[in-house]
C-alpha cells in the first residue's frame, strides 16, 4: 500500500470506482431479469408486441372538436364560479370590517 496521501487517495478512488462499475453491472443484470420475467407475463396472457391494441383511449376526430369545446365551456363555468365565490368572500369580508 502506497505512503503518499495522494496516492493512497487515488487508490481508494480507484478502488470505488471499480466497486461503483460492479455494482452497475449488477443492476443491469437484476433488470434485464425482471423485463424478461415480465416478457414471459405478458407472453403467458397472449400478449403480441407485434400487432397495435384495437383499442384506443383517444378519441374520434368529431369528438375531439366537440369535446374541446364543451371543455371551453366547462372551464370558463369554474372560472365564474370561482369569481362570483371570490366577490362574495370580499362582501362578507367588508360586511365584517364595517361592523
Known sequence: ???DPVDKFLAEQKTL?????????????QKEAAIKTFDEK???LGYDGEHA???S????DADKKTSGYTAHIANR???QDFQEGLEHRIERAQRMLNK
Do not use: F
Not at 17 to 29: C, G, P, Q, S
Not at 57 to 60: G, I, N, R, S
Open 1 to 3: 500500500m502506497p505512503d
Open 17 to 29: 470506482e471499480a466497486h461503483r462499475h460492479d455494482l452497475i453491472k449488477e443492476v443491469l443484470r
Open 42 to 44: 405478458l407472453a403467458k
Open 53 to 55: 391494441p384495437k383499442r
Open 57 to 60: 383511449h383517444h378519441k374520434d
Open 77 to 79: 363555468q369554474k372560472d
